[in-house]
């Protein structure tokens, strides 16, 4: 059964940073494209990043692009999210997601396949 598990939420002071990890099993990690988004309360869920199979291609939402960094081990079956210069705003539920193929869908989460639990980031002001 595929299972993606997150790691590294919690709590931290606006301008701090986090590190969050995905470890996926239970799948061909490297037909996947890789994301990460984030669902505030009481709002819809937003795409933040996704990164390609190989690791060649990396896109952001334009409201992370800059403090965020997306990247894939596939020796590990791992994917980051490197969060710097955090702001209240960012407070979410981050969820990581696996697709076959970056698309027209992967923005909205439609494209993505499988889905995490997710992982709570707060971010203090």
């Known amino acids: 059964q595929v299972q993606l598990a997150e790691s590294g939420g919690g709590l931290v002071q606006a301008g701090g940073s986090l590190r969050l990890s995905c470890i996926a099993s239970?799948?061909?990690?490297?037909?996947?494209?890789m994301g990460w988004f984030r669902q505030a309360v009481g709002k819809e869920r937003d795409f933040a990043a996704v990164?390609?199979?190989?690791?060649?291609?990396?896109y952001y939402a334009d409201s992370v692009k800059g403090r965020f960094t997306i990247s894939r081990d596939n020796a590990k079956t791992t994917v980051v999210l490197q969060m710097n210069s955090l702001k209240p705003e960012d407070t979410a539920v981050y969820y990581c997601a696996a697709g076959l193929g970056i698309n027209s869908a992967t923005l909205s989460g439609a494209g993505m396949d499988y889905w995490g639990k997710g992982t709570l980031v707060t971010v203090s002001s």
């Open positions: 990164i390609s199979w190989g690791g060649g291609r990396r």
């Open positions: 239970g799948l061909t990690f490297t037909n996947y494209a």
